[in-house]
C-alpha cells in the first residue's frame, strides 16, 4: 500500500503513531529534525521551520512516490517558544505539506494532532480570516498584534483545526478523508514546557481525569482516523481528553 507521512515521528504521539503503522504493515515516512525514529521508520530530517526544507519534502516525496496512503501532521512546538516559530511548525508547515502533497492523495485521508488548546474562544470570529492570509501576512498580522507565544499556540491549534474540516469539504471529490483530534495533556517530552506555559491548566486537568493520556492513547485514534476503518469519518475534531470536558461542563449528579 502507499506509504504514510508521519510529521514529529521522532517523538511522543508522532512516534507511538509511526510504530502503529508501521506494526499494521504500512510503509512510513518520518520527518522530523530530530533523526531518530522508531524501528521500521525510513527518516526524512527538516527543520519544519524551513520553506525550502519543507519544499525538498514534497519534491523528494513526489518524485520517489506515484501516490500517498496518508499525511499525520503530529510536530508542534509550545507556547514556549516564541509566537513566529510555533506559528511555523504548528500551522504553516501542515499547510504548506498539505498543499504540496495533495495531488499524490488520490484517497488515503489527512490527520493533524491539534488540541483542546485549539477550542479556546479567543481568535474564534477571526480563525476564517486568518486561516487565509499567507505566511508572511500571517506573520506580520502576529507581530502587529504582538502575539506571545502561549497565544500563538492555541491559535495555531485553532487554525489546524479550521483547515482539517475546511479540507474535507474541499477534498471530498477525490475521496480524501481529513480529520483533526484535540487531546488533553499527553505524557511527552512536551508536557513539562506545557505545565510553564498553560497557566495552571495542566496540573487542573490531572486533579479533574486523574492522569494524563499516554501518547499510544492519543496515536490509536490517531491510526483508525487514518484507516479505511474510519471511512464515514470525515470533517471532524475528535476530542481525546478522558474526559476532561465532561468533568469541567458536566452537571453534578
Ligand atoms: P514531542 O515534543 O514529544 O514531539 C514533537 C515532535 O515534533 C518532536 O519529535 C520534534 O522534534 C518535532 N518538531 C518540533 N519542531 C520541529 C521542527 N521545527 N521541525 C521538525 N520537527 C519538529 O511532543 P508531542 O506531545 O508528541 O506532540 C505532538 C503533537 O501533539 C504536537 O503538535 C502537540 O502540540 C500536540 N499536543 C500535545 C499534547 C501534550 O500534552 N503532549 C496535548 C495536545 C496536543
Redesign the pocket.
Known sequence: SPPVLV??????????LATRLVRAGLRVIG????AEMPEGVEPI??????PQ?LAAVVDRLRGRFPRLGGLA??????GT?DAA?VL???WL?PRKLTEGLLDSLEGGAIV??????GHHPEYADQVAELAGLADDELQDWARREGLTGPRA?DL??KLLIHHGRALAARLLPRGVRSNT???????????G??RSSMNGS?ERSEHLVGR??S?DE?AAPAAFLLSDEASWINGVDLVADGGLIASRTAPTP
Open positions: 510529521t514529529g515521528a521522532a517523538s511522543g504521539i508522532g512516534a507511538a520527518a522530523d529534525r530530530a530530517c527538516c527543520d519544519l521551520t524551513d526544507a501532521h503530529v510536530a508542534g512546538v509550545p517558544v516559530t511555523a511548525v504548528n508547515a493533524s494532532v491539534a488540541s483542546l488548546a499556540y495555531s491549534k483530534i484535540s487531546p488533553g495533556p499527553v505524557h511527552t517530552p512536551i508536557l514546557d506545557f495542566v494524563h493520556a501518547a492519543i
